[in-house]
């Protein structure tokens, strides 16, 4: 079935949904340039929205508003539904789209014209191509078919007057999860009709692409952009399963995506963090973006740090406890632009007096030393000390003089410290980087070094939370941020507490008015207690405040990290490759994790039935004396217990 354009009448069935009913400016975006090309727009909303949102939907058309149930595949039916086959059948084309995409990188026109000259019953943008294995377990091929994508499908005259097409929706069970939304329906739909001799199409036609990715929308969307003039992209670009990525690519496909979009296309990029910063896990945007900023650490623009240390109002709060200290202090202090604002705070008259005479000569804009309580540490010394000043900033520095005395030898400290102040205040020529980083990213809201993963700090890195979750969240909530936290995710945070940030960007932290009484007294350091919460929280009210938080490194520290990162992978990997388990990371994870728990399994069946020997073969109370000699045997050494070790 051909169309004609001029005369062509089109409904297009617009799914939305968003977990706060808020419509985002992409949407009214897209639907701006979709409406030029279609009769009528109506949208069906899962879930309440508020008043505001559905205004702007309501500029196109009517708005349907249905209970949260069924994913957009029973959005669909009951759109279908309200509007009757009767009616449907008056339009040329049905189109089902959803804001899973984003767009149009080009005018949907150009995807109409191409499609009215196609011979076909029903069309898409984009295909998923043929999956061998049914991962969701609704298939009845065993197999994933090619497929439509269901973001699109633009069903004709042909297909929708038919009872296949009335059918295939009349009887449509009850979607309960994102797996029976795409096994029941999406991966289906396309080859169903088709086997009933009904003709499709995609507008992105990249059959020589099936090779290269089974999913080129995700996996090479620039190249379908670019290639292909692909119009749309896909929201989830930006906080898909990492592991899915990088058992398909490298990791650069969002990098790359985001990159063409911004320098090569008019489409707005502020778009994209409008609604992923509101939405979704910070840590997955940061590893899908690569937000990793690796900054040099000797070549700066000078002319450029003046014109923008003029243009921005640039501080550094930095805490200084340890006198003996005040020198190294310094040398990181002076890192700073002469046309900042030095703020450092202690808590002594005497160390007050040593820091004045310390930093005389220091060349800054202003310097004033701050007498504070010894509460909250350093962490005071920031929402406390210069909580009266610190809105006046555009870009900030905070820092502390920094010991780690409880770990022995005392070097794993020292290059814990190191690793901080290297990727804060490495120099004039970085920290100038860092100001033209935060000033050509104005979604940058927190800056901060990598996380520790030396020593006894390599546990960090998936525990990244400890035993901090729940302080952490109670603090969330006291704040009122909507942003998701969960155990699960670990938080984007400067441990160490050492960062750059944008003092707008950490608003709703300074509006708390705190006080010296609000922070525990000494001892204060152990986890799970609030200043490791406040650690924690930094990045999440960046993020509640529209801005994203990123990694920063000086480009000779990025060479320690990558050699050590590399170093750890390659022995972990040495011991899979040792055993004949040569696999994509992902699955030997899995491996291990399995192994681990088998190991536990056995050892607790071990344990079950030797119980359960010695109760059917002794009585209660030469099983409690067994017991009780076992488990005390159990807290000696093989020296204490008198046994024979051999080697």
Not at 293 to 305: A, N, V, W
Not at 312 to 338: G, Q, T
Not at 348 to 354: F, I
Not at 587 to 613: C, H, N, P, W
Request: glycine share 6%; aromatic share 14%; hydrophobic share 35%.
């Amino acid at each position: 079935m051909l169309i004609n354009s001029e005369n062509a009448k089109r409904l297009a069935i617009f799914f939305f949904y968003d977990k706060s009913g808020i419509v985002d400016r992409y949407v009214p975006y897209l639907l701006d340039d979709l409406k030029k090309n279609v009769t009528e727009i109506c949208t069906v909303c899962n879930g309440g929205i508020p008043e505001k949102s559905k205004e702007v939907l309501e500029q196109y058309g009517e708005v349907f508003i249905r209970e949260n149930k069924g994913f957009d595949v029973w959005a669909y039916k009951e759109a279908m539904a309200h509007y009757g086959w009767d009616r449907l059948q008056i339009y040329d084309e049905v189109i089902l789209l959803n804001n899973t995409i984003m767009g149009p990188v080009y005018p949907f026109q150009e995807t109409f014209e191409k499609m009215d000259h196609m011979d076909v019953d029903f069309w898409g943008l984009t295909e998923y191509f043929q999956f061998a294995g049914d991962p969701f377990g609704y298939s009845p091929y065993g197999y994933l078919p090619d497929h439509i994508q269901s973001h699109w499908i633009a069903c004709r005259k042909s297909l929708v007057s038919s009872k296949a097409f009335q059918e295939y929706w009349e009887q449509m069970p009850m979607i309960e999860d994102y797996a029976q939304a795409v096994g029941k329906h999406e991966s289906l739909f396309t080859k169903r009709f088709a086997d009933l001799g009904y003709k499709w199409a995609v507008s992105v036609e990249c059959e020589n692409l099936r090779e290269y990715s089974g999913y080129p929308l995700m996996m090479c969307p620039k190249r379908l952009l670019k290639e292909y003039r692909c119009p749309i992209f896909k929201k989830r670009s930006f906080f898909h399963m990492e592991s899915d990525y990088l058992r398909n690519t490298m990791g650069e496909q969002t990098t790359e995506l985001y990159n063409f979009l911004q320098y090569e296309t008019d489409y707005d990029v502020d778009f994209i963090w409008e609604t992923i910063l509101r939405s979704y896990p910070q840590y997955d945007i940061v590893k899908n973006m690569n937000l990793t900023y690796i900054l040099s650490k000797e070549q700066y623009d000078k002319e450029l740090l003046e014109k923008q240390t003029k243009e921005n109002r640039v501080a550094l709060v930095m805490h200084l406890y340890f006198p003996d200290l005040l020198e190294e202090s310094y040398r990181y202090v002076s890192a700073m632009p002469k046309e900042a604002d030095i703020y450092l705070t202690t808590d002594t008259e005497e160390k007050k007096a040593a820091i004045e005479r310390a930093f005389a000569k220091l060349p800054c804009h202003k310097l004033e030393v701050r007498l504070i309580q010894n509460r909250g540490r350093d962490v005071s010394s920031l929402l406390v000390g210069v909580q009266d000043v610190i809105m006046q900033y555009d870009i900030v520095c905070f820092a502390h003089d920094k010991k780690t005395a409880q770990i022995t030898p005392g070097t794993v400290g020292a290059s814990f410290a190191y690793k901080c102040f290297e990727n804060t205040l490495a120099g004039r020529a970085f920290t100038a980087n860092v100001i033209d980083t935060f000033v050509k990213n104005p979604r940058l809201g927190i800056l901060s070094p990598p996380e520790p993963n030396h020593s006894v700090f390599f546990t960090t890195l998936g525990n990244e939370w400890g035993p901090n979750y729940d302080v952490t969240k109670e603090l969330a909530d006291r704040l009122g941020l909507t942003v998701p936290i969960s155990r699960d995710v670990p938080p984007v945070a400067p441990y160490g507490t050492m960062f750059w940030f944008r003092p707008r960007a950490m608003k709703p932290l300074f509006e708390m008015d705190w006080k010296y009484e609000d922070f525990p007294e000494e001892p204060n350091g152990i986890d799970g207690t609030f200043l490791h919460a406040v650690e924690r929280i930094y990045p999440y009210v960046v993020q509640e405040s529209g801005y994203y938080p990123a990694i920063g490194m000086n480009d000779k520290f990025a060479s320690i990290e990558y050699t050590n990162l590399h170093y750890y992978v390659r022995e972990y990997n040495k011991v899979f490759v040792e055993n004949e388990m040569i696999a994509c990371p992902d699955q030997l994870t899995d491996i291990l994790r399995q192994a681990l728990e088998m190991k536990g399994f056995f050892s607790t069946f071990l344990k079950y039935r030797v119980k359960m020997v010695l109760r059917r073969h002794v009585s209660e109370d030469t099983y409690k004396k067994l017991k009780k000699k076992w488990q005390k045997f159990r807290g000696k050494t093989p020296e204490e217990t008198g046994v024979k070790v051999e080697g």
